[in-house]
């Protein structure tokens, strides 16, 4: 079960965390994923972070701005969001999936497990 969190209202050009609780003890197995979603638009990939080394991706809108990290002790994943802009916006949704192949992982159905979603609003 994934519980994600620390969405709300910014400024354009400041900054968020989000967070992503995950219940269970195999945490370090999964491969995580933030994907957001926008009004009137697809869900689309974000970022991901391997469960085995912890290699990162990035969808390119959002490099050198966002950091993916986890913390396996706690079972949580992270989404440090710098420099928001307008189209940044969107509701952020957290997703677990295991083994997913490298041209795979901005894939969604890829991922078994989802969280509700946290809304993040940037105004400008």
């Known amino acids: 079960q994934l519980q994600a969190s620390g969405g709300g209202l910014v400024q354009a050009g400041g900054s968020l965390r989000l967070s992503c609780a995950a219940s269970g003890r195999t945490f370090s197995g999964y491969d995580m994923a933030w994907f957001r979603q926008a009004p009137g638009k697809e869900r689309e990939f974000v970022s991901a972070?391997?469960?085995?080394?912890?290699?990162?991706y990035y969808q390119d809108s959002v490099k050198g701005r966002f950091t993916i990290s986890r913390d396996n002790a706690k079972t949580t994943l992270y989404l440090q969001m710098n420099s928001l802009k307008p189209e940044d916006a969107a509701v952020y949704f957290c997703?677990?999936?295991?083994?997913?192949?490298?041209?795979?992982?901005?894939?969604?159905?890829?991922?078994?497990?989802w969280g509700q979603g946290t809304q993040v609003t940037v105004s400008s």
């Open positions: 972070i391997r469960g085995s080394n912890g290699i990162t």
């Open positions: 997703a677990a999936g295991r083994g997913i192949i490298l041209s795979s992982i901005r894939v969604q159905r890829m991922y078994n497990y």
